[in-house]
């Protein structure tokens, strides 16, 4: 009896099909996964960092000796006591970032150098293929950034503003910019003054300049906008997102 098979030939001729379509795809296939690497990264911080925003508004009830007041009351004709009255308190909040993650902060102390014994609320680790290599006006994050390291923290206030500071604890601003618009190729969108600014890069092979960037800027009324760039540099420079054929708005 006759069994019916593939002849050599036309193995190497399947093989050799799928090798090309395999050529074709994986370059392909490996920019989707950066790309939707980085925009995960990218909506988790917009999003975390409305949710800090948010925190920071909160008054609770103070615990132990904070956020408690004595108040002088006569017991008696004879006798004096004091009442505790405990009223609400605000505690500090903040985000600290680094090369590969960040975190949400959160202390009772209004010192702002003690942030290195503060709570941790949320903490998100990034693959390791992703960079946040720029904060507001700070760039070189480094993955071992402290919650004491001023230029990578950002601070939020009870109304909604963001103290960023640098070089010191005791210099800080309200907003970091007033541009009132933000561009992305030769698109611009008009904004309010910005409170926040981050640059994250997703590698597309594991190499240091193929990759795709992403560009996130928040102002103060909560409005944001998301420029995404391919280019195939190792290091950030200005000139990633104002390449037209190269940009998209998202």
């Given at each position: 009896?006759?069994?019916?098979?593939?002849?050599?030939?036309?193995?190497?001729?399947?093989?050799?099909?799928?090798?090309?379509?395999?050529?074709?795809?994986?370059?392909?296939?490996?920019?989707?996964?950066?790309?939707?690497?980085?925009?995960?990264?990218?909506?988790?911080?917009?999003?975390?960092?409305?949710?800090?925003?948010?925190?920071?508004?909160?008054?609770?009830?103070?615990?132990?000796?904070?956020?408690?007041?004595?108040?002088?009351?006569?017991?008696?004709?004879?006798?004096?006591?004091?009442?505790?009255?405990?009223?609400?308190?605000?505690?500090?909040?903040?985000?600290?970032f680094r090369a590969h993650e960040y975190a949400i902060y959160q202390k009772e102390t209004m010192k702002v150098s003690d942030w290195a014994s503060a709570n941790v609320l949320k903490r998100n680790r990034l693959p390791d293929t992703v960079f946040?290599?720029?904060?507001?006006?700070?760039?070189?994050?480094?993955?071992?950034?402290?919650?004491?390291?001023?230029?990578?923290?950002?601070?939020?206030?009870?109304?909604?503003?963001?103290?960023?500071?640098?070089?010191?604890?005791?210099?800080?601003?309200?907003?970091?910019?007033?541009?009132?618009?933000?561009?992305?190729?030769?698109?611009?969108?008009?904004?309010?003054?910005?409170?926040?600014?981050?640059?994250?890069?997703?590698?597309?092979?594991?190499?240091?300049?193929?990759?795709?960037?992403?560009?996130?800027?928040?102002?103060?009324?909560?409005?944001?906008?998301?420029?995404?760039?391919?280019?195939?540099?190792?290091s950030y420079s200005s000139s990633i997102f104002t390449n037209n054929g190269n940009t998209l708005s998202l």
């Amino acid at each position: 009896m006759r069994k019916n098979g593939f002849s050599l030939i036309e193995l190497m001729i399947a093989l050799a099909v799928l090798t090309i379509i395999a050529t074709v795809a994986v370059p392909k296939v490996q920019v989707w996964n950066a790309r939707n690497r980085g925009l995960q990264a990218v909506v988790e911080i917009l999003s975390d960092f409305s949710k800090a925003r948010s925190i920071a508004g909160y008054t609770v009830v103070g615990d132990k000796n904070k956020g408690k007041i004595e108040i002088p009351v006569k017991a008696d004709g004879s006798t004096s006591t004091k009442m505790p009255v405990y009223v609400g308190i605000r505690l500090q909040t903040a985000m600290v970032f680094r090369a590969h993650e960040y975190a949400i902060y959160q202390k009772e102390t209004m010192k702002v150098s003690d942030w290195a014994s503060a709570n941790v609320l949320k903490r998100n680790r990034l693959p390791d293929t992703v960079f946040i290599v720029k904060i507001n006006n700070f760039d070189n994050i480094s993955a071992t950034a402290a919650a004491n390291d001023v230029s990578k923290r950002l601070v939020f206030t009870s109304n909604g503003l963001v103290k960023t500071q640098g070089g010191t604890d005791s210099s800080s601003s309200e907003t970091f910019a007033t541009a009132n618009k933000v561009s992305c190729g030769k698109e611009s969108t008009p904004m309010n003054s910005l409170v926040f600014s981050a640059i994250v890069k997703s590698e597309i092979s594991g190499t240091e300049k193929d990759a795709v960037w992403y560009k996130l800027d928040i102002d103060q009324a909560g409005e944001y906008h998301i420029c995404m760039a391919f280019a195939s540099e190792s290091s950030y420079s200005s000139s990633i997102f104002t390449n037209n054929g190269n940009t998209l708005s998202l």
